[in-house]
């Protein structure tokens, strides 16, 4: 019984140890790494340069991912940033997946009914991008087109508000990935992306495509995004107050090539 008793306790050692090794799909930022830090953890979209992609070596890299770490650093907090579907974002902050949201999220009213927000960091506004070459120039020309967006963005609500306005009709399709509206479009399988407009120059610039702006609204600008009634909506606000006064703000869109 004694050796049984024995070999028990290896066995549960053992065990002990390999779930010590498990994985975790999430990224740390490079704010600290002291084990007794408090942890913040960020939801993002990393599918929306420059604010937030994956380089080369599949790590985050993007002017919001500068930012988070930027507040998580100020705020004495190691960052923890968990990848996701931009359409899957708001719901995480709902149900306490995640401490916070930066991924380029515009502050509209309709959010605001589910999330709060910081005070607005930057504005872009949207444009429409086509093949290049397009006889597409206007808003008028996309009658009986195909218009991509992506799930879950501000500009799927646009498009869908110029339907409504029933000035203008066309098809309007939904895919969840904005690198993908970009195949859609080399592929003739849509006629034309509506996105925000400083993604949209990326794209320009590495595609060849054409654009123009949007002209029916001004849209809100992108914010922070934390769940109802956060205590750190405060204390992030004062850390994008004192980067906007200090110029931080201004160098890191410089670093990232953002105009508004």
Wanted: aromatic fraction near 6%; charge should be negative.
């Amino acid at each position: 019984m004694k050796k049984q008793h024995t070999m028990f306790a290896v066995f549960a050692s053992a065990a002990l140890l390999l779930g010590a090794c498990g994985s975790d799909t999430s990224e740390s930022g490079n704010s600290g790494s002291s084990e007794d830090a408090k942890v913040l953890d960020m939801g993002t979209s990393a599918e929306f340069p420059p604010f937030e992609s994956r380089n080369t070596e599949g790590e985050i890299v993007g002017f919001d991912i500068d930012l988070a770490n930027h507040i998580a650093e100020e705020l004495g907090y190691e960052l923890n940033i968990t990848d996701m579907k931009f359409d899957g974002l708001i719901g995480a902050l709902q149900n306490d997946r995640v401490d916070m949201v930066i991924a380029g999220m515009s502050a509209t009213e309709e959010r605001k009914k589910n999330v709060d927000f910081s005070t607005e960091y930057n504005h872009s506004g949207e444009m429409f991008l086509t093949a290049k070459g397009s006889d597409i120039k206007t808003l008028e020309d996309l009658e009986g087109k195909v218009v991509g967006v992506q799930l879950g963005t501000i500009q799927e609500e646009g498009a869908n508000a110029i339907l409504k306005e029933g000035d203008i009709k066309f098809e309007l399709k939904a895919l969840d990935d904005s690198g993908a509206l970009i195949q859609e479009i080399l592929s003739n399988r849509i006629d034309a992306a509506y996105m925000d407009k400083q993604v949209a120059k990326g794209y320009i610039e590495a595609q060849d495509l054409d654009a123009f702006d949007d002209p029916t609204t001004a849209s809100p600008g992108m914010a922070v995004a934390f769940p109802k009634g956060s205590d750190l909506v405060e204390d992030v606000n004062g850390v994008i107050a004192e980067m906007e006064e200090s110029g931080e703000m201004d160098e890191l869109k410089k670093k990232w090539k953002i105009e508004e």
